[in-house]
């Protein structure tokens, strides 16, 4: 398994959570990076990512000022701190690799884990 997301669960709307990644390190060292997310019935979409160079990174305009993205090459994780939540930021959140550096789009990433269930509900 060459990534492996954690963290989802069920949240009330205004709550924080953090999605964290593990991932190998050819996987972190190879480009761009991110968080995808797909709720029901809705197609899977982009939501936070950032190349291999620093400081460039990519936010959806639906979760600028709320999510962060980070890296922590010591331990081999990328996470994915949410603030704010509201109820449609619900859906199975998925970490991502790409082979190179490339614009945060579900087209381009090569590597997926398994999917972590974000909740946001009263």
């Known amino acids: 398994v060459q990534l492996q997301a954690s963290g989802g669960g069920l949240v009330q709307p205004g709550g924080s959570l953090t999605l964290s990644c593990t991932a190998s390190r050819a996987i972190l060292d190879r480009g761009t990076i991110g968080w995808f997310r797909q709720a029901p019935g809705k197609e899977r979409e982009a939501v936070s990512c950032t190349a291999r160079s620093p400081g460039r990174t990519y936010n959806a305009d639906s979760v600028k000022g709320r999510f962060t993205i980070s890296r922590s090459s010591a331990n081999n994780t990328f996470s994915l701190q949410m603030n704010n939540l509201k109820p449609e930021d619900t859906a199975v959140y998925y970490c991502?690799?790409?082979?190179?550096?490339?614009?945060?789009?579900?087209?381009?990433?090569?590597?997926w884990g398994e999917g972590t269930l974000v909740t946001v509900s009263s």
């Open positions: 991502a690799g790409a082979a190179a550096n490339h614009y945060c789009s579900a087209r381009y990433m090569s590597y």
